[in-house]
């Protein structure tokens, strides 16, 4: 996967800019300062130009709503990439837990070193935490709830009811 | 957390729910942006002339959603409001990269370009020979358009800049002056007076090296 991903940056040659760059040429939100450059390059480049060609056709087509169907099975393979992700993910947050089990059980069996070992179990049980997808989610989530109900608030004042 | 949190979201948030590898996030930008990907994979493929199968561009795609996904390429994107144009772009450099990578084979290079990508192409863009046909025939054709070809690269060589994607735009890639004023963020008439001038100047040339 890593391969792969790296091997993305080569299509376009040494000195190209990159399609954020182009992207943001073709919005025309570049400074004039930034669009000199670029606009000299695009000039000479063929693979570039052709990006510019088709960043501007496609944007409008998508736009439009003009585009050929994709294909299902396609579309459930790139799904998949972040639960294949997902999984290694769980195998971590699996150790962190551990980990902060571990340190904390000890923290008791070593008595010795019960503030340090209490300490480790806190910072691990916090890297635990933070790593968790199913935590994330619930603050995104809980986020998303908060975000609807001000919305819902900010409508209500504008349009009350008689 | 429940897709319905996410219904119609807005490109940007898309975008940053899946940077910070939300999944129903990333399920829905897959179900958005598949389309626009899969035709600009095509659109590449068919206008650089390389033999492809239906196979080649569901594993391009895969590719590109890795690289937005796990490469967590997406960061990168400065206007979300441009997102489609900036993945048609980026699954347009990772077609090209994966024939390279798989098949050794290389884009069309920047002189034969005009030739390589207009001999298949999808019927609006011409290649030289159309824009500027030589009143030669038989064997004389190939060695005058040789000369032509030599004497519209100097001569768009000595074009600004922007005029020179202007020409380049309408000339080889077929855009019409509409399309390259809204592209270019620039007026119609400038651009439409841009390319008439740019014209003048190299049939003025050609006709100077008696190709004309």
């Known amino acids: 996967m890593g391969e792969k991903m790296t091997k993305l940056h080569e299509a376009k040659a040494a000195g190209c800019p990159d399609e954020a760059a182009l992207a943001a040429f073709l919005g025309g939100k570049l400074k004039e300062t ?3 450059p670029i606009e000299e390059h695009v000039a000479g480049c063929p693979i570039c130009l052709e990006n510019v060609r088709a960043g ?3 944007e409008r087509l998508y736009n439009e709503k003009d585009l050929p169907e994709s294909n299902t099975e396609i579309i459930r393979k790139a799904k998949g990439i972040a639960k294949m992700d997902s999984r290694k993910k769980r195998i971590q947050t699996g150790l962190w837990l551990t980990a ?13 070193y019960f503030a340090q070992f209490l300490v480790a179990a806190l910072i691990l049980g ?10 994330r989610t619930l603050i995104v989530a809980m986020d998303a709830k908060r975000r609807h109900e001000q919305e819902k608030e900010i409508t209500n004042r504008i349009s009350p009811r008689s | 957390m429940d897709s319905s949190d996410l219904v119609k979201p807005s490109a940007g948030e898309l975008i940053q729910g899946c940077i910070k590898k939300d999944k129903r996030a990333w399920e829905i930008f897959v179900e958005r942006y598949s389309k626009v990907i899969y035709w600009a994979i095509r659109d590449r493929l068919k206008r650089f002339g390389y033999n492809f199968e239906d196979e080649d561009i569901n594993d391009i795609h895969q590719d590109v959603f890795i690289a937005l996904w796990a490469g967590n390429k997406l960061a990168q994107l400065k206007d979300s409001e441009k997102v489609a144009g900036w993945l048609v772009m980026i699954a347009g450099n990772a077609a090209i990269d994966y024939f390279r990578r798989t098949k050794r084979q ?12 207009y001999k298949n192409g999808d019927g609006e863009a011409r290649t030289l020979e159309e824009v500027l046909p ?6 004389d054709r190939e060695a005058q358009l040789g000369e032509a070809r030599e004497v519209l690269k100097s001569a768009i060589g000595s074009l600004k800049p922007k005029e020179r994607i202007a020409v380049k735009l309408n000339l080889l890639h077929g855009m ?3 399309e390259i004023a809204d592209a270019l963020k620039l007026p119609v008439n400038t651009v439409s007076t841009t390319i008439a ?10 006709e100077g090296n008696r190709l004309l």
């Open chain 1, 56 to 58: 501007y056709l496609g």
């Open chain 1, 100 to 112: 902060t089990i571990a340190a904390f059980a000890l923290s008791f069996t070593a008595p010795k």
């Open chain 2, 197 to 206: 001038r740019a014209k003048k100047y190299l049939k003025e040339k050609l």
């Open chain 2, 176 to 178: 019409k002056h509409g």
């Open chain 1, 34 to 36: 930034g669009t000199r």
């Open chain 2, 106 to 117: 290389s884009p069309p290079n920047s002189i034969s370009i005009y030739e390589e990508i």
């Open chain 2, 134 to 139: 030589s009143k030669a025939a038989g064997p």
């Open chain 1, 126 to 135: 916090f890297k635990w935490v933070s790593e968790s997808e199913s935590i």
